[in-house]
């Protein structure tokens, strides 16, 4: 079974500064996909980057960039410029083959003016 | 356009009653999922619909948990005899039909359960 690991359950950054959230994986598969999902306290599950296992070129949204080790299962989030809107709870996923999303644990991001 | 809904938003039911829950998916969306995220679990995969065929249920916890889809949109999270270990959000997603896009899900706001 595929799991998905944060090791931080909590991360503080400053306005305007960058934060970087670690997120690993293991598969055994090839072919997958790994996201970032942002909740808010509205609870609603945001989207805020993906990235396909077969591509080498890290994916990139705005303020938002991801790191993808494929050998090292490693796929951390890179937020720029973090504004207070940035707060909320950061899930990592990975996904198999239009299947079901596999989450980690979270980790919640506080941003501090 | 319009996003995934879900109904109630939230839903307070005594032990032993039986609930349903209640999820719209983005029109067009041909996979749904249900999802339960609770405090000591995490998120965790409950059901999965694509399409025409067969549900998989091999993340649903307990015989009390079933759903269904009809027509291929609406779906009904029904949890029979509920206990206060059910308390939790469900949260339900869909999916597009498009190859390059399916594997992206939208999700709904959710439904709190407390199980008194």
């Known amino acids: 079974a595929q799991t998905v690991t944060q090791s931080q359950p909590e991360m503080s950054v400053q306005e305007a500064e960058t934060v970087t959230l670690s997120c690993t994986y293991d598969?055994?598969?090839?072919?997958?996909?790994l996201f970032w999902y942002k909740q808010p306290p509205s609870r609603q599950m945001i989207l805020v980057i993906r990235?396909?296992?077969?591509?080498?070129q890290n994916a990139t949204e705005n303020r938002f960039s991801v790191n993808f080790q494929k050998a090292a299962k490693s796929f951390s989030l890179k937020i720029s410029d973090s504004q207070l809107g940035d707060a909320a709870m950061y899930f990592c996923?990975?996904?198999?083959?239009?299947?079901?999303?596999?989450f980690g644990k979270g980790t919640s991001l506080l941003v501090t003016p | 356009g319009a996003g995934v809904s879900q109904s109630p938003s939230n839903k307070v039911t005594e032990k032993g009653k039986d609930v349903e829950l209640r999820c719209d998916p983005i029109?067009?969306?041909?996979?749904l999922y249900w999802y339960r995220q609770s405090l000591g679990q995490g998120l965790e995969f409950l059901i999965y619909?694509?399409?025409?065929?067969?549900?998989?249920k091999s993340g649903l916890p307990s015989d009390r948990f079933s759903a269904e889809r009809t027509g291929g949109s609406v779906s009904t999270l029904t949890i029979q005899r509920t206990q206060q270990e059910d308390s939790a959000v469900y949260l339900c997603?869909?999916?597009?039909?498009?190859?390059?896009?399916?594997?992206?899900?939208?999700f709904g706001p959710g439904t709190r359960l407390t199980v008194t």
């Open positions: 997603a869909s999916s597009p039909r498009l190859a390059e896009v399916r594997n992206e899900q939208y």
């Open positions: 029109s067009g969306h041909t996979a």
């Open positions: 598969t055994s598969e090839s072919d997958y996909y």
């Open positions: 990235q396909e296992a077969y591509k080498q």
């Open positions: 619909f694509q399409g025409n065929s067969a549900p998989d």
């Open positions: 996923a990975y996904q198999h083959s239009g299947y079901a999303l596999n």
